[in-house]
Nanobody, 124 residues
Framework: QVQLVESGGGLVQAGGSLRLSCASSGPSLSRYTMGWFRQAPGKERDFVAATSWFDDSTSYADSLKGRFTISRDNARNTVYLQMKSLKPEDTAVYYC?????????????????WGQGTQVTVSS
């Protein structure tokens, strides 16, 4: 059973950076496609980024390209989301998710395993 735990969220000023981590104490994440999603209050859960275990390909929400970077460290069984030039509209709960299969998933229904989320708040 994959169990995911996010960390690294917090309060940051606009223009700042944060790095979120997603760790698993269970099975190795090296054979899972990993994704990050976010959900702002009153809004749907939106795709942020994903990385495939099969070929290390990545995908990003169009509006986030160039500011967010997803990566993984299989030795640490951890996936990261580096966020820079943060804006107040990036404020949300950020969730890590895992799915089997080789393809990148960009919708929440494609992911079977989820973390509890970590809050990111960007002040103006």
């Amino acid at each position: 059973q994959v169990q995911l735990v996010e960390s690294g969220g917090g309060l940051v000023q606009a223009g700042g950076s944060l790095r979120l981590s997603c760790a698993s104490s269970g099975p190795s994440l090296s054979r899972y496609t990993m994704g990050w999603f976010r959900q702002a209050p009153g809004k749907e859960r939106d795709f942020v980024a994903a990385t495939s275990w099969f070929d290390d390909s990545t995908s990003y929400a169009d509006s986030l390209k160039g500011r967010f970077t997803i990566s993984r460290d299989n030795a640490r069984n951890t996936v990261y989301l580096q966020m820079k030039s943060l804006k107040p509209e990036d404020t949300a709960v950020y969730y890590c998710a895992a799915r089997t299969g080789t393809g990148l998933g960009t919708t929440s229904t494609q992911y079977a395993y989820w973390g509890q989320g970590t809050q990111v708040t960007v002040s103006s």
